[in-house]
């Protein structure tokens, strides 16, 4: 099958509506489609394509990331996009994980790019669009290659890079444009990051495969997108995490009654507010719905699926709370431990459908674990279903997974980390509810003998901080004399959690 990605992208190639813009100018789509074949040119560089070989971009957002992503794709690479937020020992393991033999660069990163840079072919992003058209043809790319890794993490250390193919990008885009009815004339206010699915797939890439235009933003800044809802040229669609809610409301109460009022008329002339990554709270739906009219659309998704479940477009049908119901092709059930089907739950939520990624990269046994017979991806989330079919999210399976921000963290990864600093001597890191970032990731840390003073809080953090993304880095230290244990040894998280939220811990 040729790749339904690049049939669909050259399919809106020739149109001269705007395709994106940044606060440097602004794109239309044959614009994009000459500079992503330019970009190819570079890339290649003579070779008819790259067959599949990984290209790591770690470029600010813009147009020139949209640019080197899909040049990335149409040379029949594999794009890893890198976040400007892992500091450089992270950037470079992930650049030797996805065996990314091209970086492309944007010039306030090269710095950061440093570590990731040696041994590699570097491209710089502003000029890696000036060069000549390729001379030849391109190389047709199948449905099933993979166009795109994205790192995740799981229960295991280390994050994971999922496959996701030409085929999953493109129905991806597909099952949200029908889902959601996006059409050309919408202009999406884009301010998610680029290295997860969220930023990427299920925002920027639904706008673009749709002919639609999208705006991106340097970075996400409440008070900013509050006068992009209400500036001259106002966007129809505006897709975020709970957490970029909740900071947009706290710029909102900030703010006078005359600013207020304006944001408020800005923010009811969105067509559709989505929300995603982590549970929206009931409280943060319902001021969404007395400033705009209706709640947001709620929808859940994952890295390895896509969306997966999504709330109506119609705000009449949209339920707090919940997640909605299964996009067109996807397949859901909730099953017991044993993995037998429930009628209703609570269980693990269970999901199959073209729009599933193809696996883990090098990790063979982490992809056959993530699927049960049948084809079914394990999702590691709980849910139940509502009378009417509504899907509910109750949880995790896995204490270990926590959600900050948006962001998917591994308290097993952080807690590796912080043990390789010589004042620890154990640590348990744990998510904390917490009505900014769902999870607050605190570390309860135990000092080696003569360690106590590197485990305060500040120090250990801005130890840490040179060594892991900012985002991972636990926003509290509790240092304690022993953490709880069961009898076979192991530290009780929940406890942990309990006695943090107690007051008993800090
Ligand atoms: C920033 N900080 C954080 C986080 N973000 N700490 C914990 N968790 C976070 N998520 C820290 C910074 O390091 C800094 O710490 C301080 O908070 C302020 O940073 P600032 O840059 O001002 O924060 P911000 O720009 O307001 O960031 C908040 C954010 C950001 C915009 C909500 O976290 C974000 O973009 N999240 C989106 C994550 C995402 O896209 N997830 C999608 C995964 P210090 O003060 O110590 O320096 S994909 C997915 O989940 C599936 C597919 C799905 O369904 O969508
Ligand atoms: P990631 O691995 O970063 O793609 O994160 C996927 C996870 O985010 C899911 O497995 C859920 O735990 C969580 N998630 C995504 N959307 C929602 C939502 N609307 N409500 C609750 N959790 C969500």
């Known amino acids: 099958m040729t790749s339904p990605l690049v049939e669909r992208l050259a399919a809106i190639a020739l149109s001269d509506r705007i395709a994106v813009e940044d606060d440097r100018g602004r794109l239309t789509f044959a614009e994009l489609w000459d500079r992503a074949h330019r970009a190819r040119a570079a890339l290649t560089a003579g070779a008819p394509s790259l067959e599949g070989r990984s290209v790591a971009i770690l470029v600010s957002p813009g147009a020139c990331f949209l640019a080197a992503f899909l040049g990335t794709i149409l040379a029949g690479g594999v794009a890893v996009p890198l976040s400007p937020l892992y500091p450089p020992g992270e950037l470079a393991w992930f650049g030797e994980d996805a065996q990314a033999g091209i970086v492309v660069v944007s010039d306030d990163l090269r710095e950061r790019a440093a570590q990731l840079a040696e041994g590699r072919r570097v491209l710089r992003a502003e000029t890696l669009c000036d060069g000549p058209l390729p001379p030849g043809d391109l190389v047709p790319s199948e449905g099933d290659d993979v166009a795109l890794l994205l790192y995740t993490s799981g229960t295991t250390g280390k994050p994971k890079g999922a496959m996701i193919t030409h085929a999953n990008v493109a129905m991806q885009a597909l099952l949200l444009r029908e889902a959601w009815g996006w059409r050309e004339d919408d202009l999406l206010l884009h301010a998610l990051p680029l290295h997860?699915?969220?930023?990427?797939?299920?925002?920027?890439?639904?706008?673009?495969?749709?002919?639609?235009s999208t705006r991106?933003?340097?970075?996400?800044?409440?008070?900013?997108?509050?006068?992009?809802?209400?500036g001259p040229r106002p966007p129809s669609a505006w897709m975020a995490v709970p957490t970029m809610y909740q900071k947009l409301f706290e710029a909102f109460d900030a703010a006078d009654e005359a600013t207020r009022a304006r944001w408020a008329e800005g923010a009811k002339r969105l067509r559709i507010a989505t929300s995603g990554s982590a549970a929206l709270p009931v409280t943060l739906a319902e001021r969404w719905r007395a400033v705009t009219g209706s709640i947001p659309l709620e929808r859940f998704g994952m890295t390895e699926i896509g969306v997966g479940m999504s709330n109506p477009l119609d705000p009449a049908g949209r339920r707090a709370g919940h997640v909605g119901?299964?996009?067109?092709?996807?397949?859901?059930?909730?099953?017991?431990?044993?993995?037998?089907?429930?009628?209703?739950?609570?269980?693990?939520?269970?999901?199959?459908g073209p729009s599933i990624f193809q696996g883990y990269l090098g990790r063979e046994e982490a992809t056959r674990a993530a699927f049960a017979p049948g084809g079914w991806f394990r999702t590691g989330d709980v849910a139940e279903l509502s009378a009417e079919g509504h899907v509910r999210l109750l949880g995790r399976t896995s204490v270990d997974i926590l959600k900050s921000g948006g962001y998917k963290l591994s308290a097993l990864e952080i807690e590796e980390a912080l043990r390789e600093n010589a004042a620890v001597a154990e640590v348990a890191v744990v998510g904390v509810p917490d009505e900014t970032w769902g999870d607050r990731v605190v570390a309860v840390v135990v000092p080696a003998p003569g360690g106590a003073a590197a485990c305060a809080s500040e120090p250990l953090r801005a130890w840490a901080k040179e060594r892991i993304a900012a985002y991972k880095v636990p926003r509290e230290v509790i240092v304690v004399e022993a953490l709880p244990r069961n009898a076979l040894g192991k530290v009780v998280k929940p406890e942990v959690v309990r006695a943090i939220r107690a007051g008993e811990l800090r």
Do not use: Q
Request: aromatic share 8%; no cysteine; charged share 25%.
């Open 216 to 230: 991106m933003l340097p970075k996400f800044d409440a008070r900013r997108v509050w006068d992009e809802f209400s």
């Open 196 to 212: 997860h699915l969220h930023g990427l797939g299920i925002s920027l890439m639904t706008s673009v495969l749709a002919g639609g």
């Open 325 to 352: 119901f299964p996009l067109r092709t996807v397949e859901m059930r909730i099953v017991d431990e044993a993995g037998s089907e429930l009628e209703k739950g609570p269980g693990e939520l269970w999901v199959r």
